[in-house]
């Protein structure tokens, strides 16, 4: 096993390092592939990428190391194993989170990567665990990315947990955390964030991954791109009525469906991250 010490021992390397680390707790257990780029650069931080329900982690892994090896960034690339978890999208009965924050916690004590920030990507249902994960966890966050997530907790008060951030009576079991009620603590930090949304122009099929819901349909549309406009309208409306001026684009992926390894090829998605300026994004209307 990797033992560094500490950062400083990493910048000077001239050779790249890709390692596995396994993380087990309680609520089950998260294998991550790190990849260290040769000379890593500590002002740009670290990617983490979130597999969707196929848990195609290698088509990640794939997509993103020559671009973040070029930026000299480290890439985290976890997988959730299926039989620990069933489901790894929401943040509710499952605690998906915590794997999460345990790898962060473990990379920065090892010296592979400064975890207290990193840009956050998810695709698919990856995308529905990187938003909420941001929501309950702002402060680990320095920008979100968000492609074609089937459905998401929308930052409004209004509407009910888990579509929405209201916590209804009777919904939180005791000794379970107010899941809803945490994230609006953190309100206002998440919308501070930097969000960029990305959809596939052709991914408007209601395929058997889909959350086919008749509140969902109703509240943020029928399909994948109507849910994103959905999402991004919330965010912005949220933060306009807090004060908050919103960093926030729209993308949407030409030829694309719903693909991640298209949405890299056709459209240069994993580039599109990579190449996110986290300081400022393109204003959605």
């Not at 000077?12 to 707790?25: A, H, K, M, S």
């Not at 671009?67 to 039989?83: C, D, E, N, S, W």
């Not at 489901?87 to 990567?113: N, T």
């Amino acid at each position: 096993m990797l033992n560094i010490a500490n950062w400083e021992v990493l910048a000077g390397r001239e050779e790249p390092i890709t390692t596995r680390l396994w993380v087990r707790l309680p609520e089950g257990r998260l294998r991550a592939d790190i990849f260290v780029p040769a000379n890593p650069q500590a002002s740009v931080p670290p990617l983490l990428a979130l597999h969707g329900i196929s848990r195609a982690a290698n088509a990640l892994s794939t997509a993103f190391a020559p671009l973040t090896a070029a930026a000299g960034r480290v890439l985290i690339v976890p997988r959730f194993p299926p039989g620990d978890w069933p489901v790894f999208q929401r943040i509710g009965g499952a605690r998906p989170d915590k794997p999460v924050l345990a790898l962060l916690a473990r990379l920065q004590a090892m010296g592979l990567a400064d975890t207290r920030k990193v840009d956050l990507f998810g695709f698919s249902g990856g995308a529905q665990l990187a938003h909420r994960f941001a929501m309950l966890y702002p402060q680990h966050v320095a920008a979100l990315h968000v492609a074609a997530a089937g459905w998401y907790c929308l930052p409004d008060d209004s509407v009910p947990f888990p579509m929405g951030l209201r916590t209804e009576a009777n919904m939180v079991p005791p000794g379970k955390p107010d899941i809803a009620g945490l994230m609006r603590a953190q309100l206002s930090a998440f919308l501070k964030l930097p969000l960029r949304i990305y959809v596939g122009e052709d991914d408007r099929l209601r395929d058997p991954a889909l959350r086919r819901d008749r509140r969902i349909d109703a509240l943020q549309g029928r399909d994948r791109v109507a849910r994103a406009h959905a999402f991004a309208t919330a965010f912005k409306s949220a933060a306009h009525a807090r004060g908050i001026v919103p960093t926030l684009s729209f993308t949407v992926l030409p030829g694309c469906g719903h693909d991640f390894p298209q949405c890299a090829q056709v459209a240069g998605l994993a580039a599109q991250v990579c190449g996110l300026s986290i300081t400022k994004g393109d204003e959605y209307e």
